[in-house]
């Protein structure tokens, strides 16, 4: 059974960068789709990028192409959100969640997945 965790966040002025970094336990992320997505105060979880496997295609909301990118390293187990913020990005908790792997099928919607993380809080400051 595979478990994830979160990590990275913390404190980012408009257009800097941060690189949140999601582990996982107990299975290689070879076999799984893995998706970030962020949950502002009083707002719904929002997909922001997801990766079908290692080297596999991947997705990006409209609001964050061109400025996020997701990567997997296989020999940490590990996925990247590497985001470079600008407006709108505002103050969200992000999440990392993981499902079986379907082929390239790129899981967009929260109730697809199985396992989440804790999150870790990005607060985005003027």
């Known amino acids: 059974e595979v478990h994830i965790a979160e990590s990275g966040g913390g404190t980012v002025q408009a257009g800097g960068s941060l690189r949140l970094s999601c582990a996982a336990f107990?299975?290689?992320?070879?076999?799984?789709?893995v998706g970030w997505f962020r949950q502002a105060p009083g707002k719904e979880r929002e997909a922001v990028s997801c990766?079908?496997?290692?080297?596999?295609?991947?997705y990006y909301a409209d609001s964050v192409k061109g400025r996020f990118s997701i990567s997997s390293d296989g020999a940490k187990n590990t996925v990247y959100l590497q985001m470079i913020s600008r407006p709108p990005d505002v103050t969200a908790i992000y999440y990392c969640?993981?499902?079986?792997?379907?082929?390239?099928?790129?899981?967009?919607?929260?109730?697809?997945?199985?396992?989440w993380g804790q999150g870790t809080q990005v607060t985005v400051s003027s």
């Open positions: 969640a993981v499902r079986r792997r379907q082929g390239s099928y790129l899981p967009p919607m929260p109730h697809e997945y199985d396992k």
């Open positions: 107990g299975s290689s992320l070879v076999d799984y789709a």
């Open positions: 990766i079908a496997s290692r080297d596999g295609p991947t």
